[in-house]
């Protein structure tokens, strides 16, 4: 059974910092591309960093130089840390693992609120 436990999430005033973290089980996780994506109400859920096993990442438009995604394979964890937060990264981030490309699994997801 996959699982995914996004944690970190919160309140902060803009220009600040937040760190999530996401806890998987019941994958492989060292041969696991992971992701980050965030929804905004209204809006499609829409990717915003995704990290290799080998470590090459790759980031949206919309938060490269101000987020950093990393791996701790020893503890089975993803992070994302986000810096410079703006109003417009407020959304649910979600936690992702695709299957073979044909299945997605999500966890349920951690609010982060940037406002003054």
């Known amino acids: 059974q996959v699982q995914l436990v996004e944690s970190g999430g919160g309140l902060v005033q803009p220009g600040g910092s937040l760190r999530l973290s996401c806890a998987a089980s019941?994958?492989?996780?060292?041969?696991?591309?992971m992701n980050w994506y965030r929804q905004a109400p209204g809006k499609q859920r829409d990717m915003v960093a995704t990290?290799?096993?080998?470590?090459?990442?790759n980031y949206a438009d919309s938060v490269k130089g101000r987020f950093i995604i990393s791996r701790d394979n020893a503890k089975n964890t993803v992070y994302l840390q986000m810096n410079s937060l703006k109003p417009e990264d407020t959304a649910v981030y979600y936690c992702?693992?695709?299957?073979?490309?044909?299945?997605?699994?999500w966890g349920q997801g951690t609010q982060v609120t940037v406002s003054s």
């Open positions: 990290i290799t096993p080998g470590g090459t990442t």
């Open positions: 992702n693992y695709k299957w073979a490309s044909v299945r997605n699994y």
């Open positions: 019941g994958i492989i996780f060292g041969s696991a591309t």
